[in-house]
């Protein structure tokens, strides 16, 4: 049940987003009962306060934005974070040229 209670909360969280309207605990769970959908009394609390400290339009266009890795070295202290990313890269390019080189040892097997 809490994740249907949460992709409402999204979808009311997106459509008062669309139409400019504040975004709000009360007005999200109007749109969700007007939708039918029984939510926990926290979910629109939950997300108007999510609204309040975040853009929502940049959640909708970094969604399937990651990174994968490079999420741990950004949690970092410092500035050791901005190097940490700098050298993954690197040492993966390394590598592979390693691998590259043991290619051609000077024999076949079919020779």
Known sequence: MSSFSEIACSYAVMILHDEGIP?????????VKSANVDVESYWP???AKLASTRDIGDLITNAGAGGG???A?????GGAAPAAVAAAPAEEKKEEAKEESDDDMGFSLFD
């Open 23 to 31: 975004v709000t605990a009360e007005k999200i769970s109007t749109i």
């Open 69 to 71: 890795g490079a999420a």
């Open 73 to 77: 070295a950004v949690a970092a202290p």
């Open 45 to 47: 609390s939950l997300f």
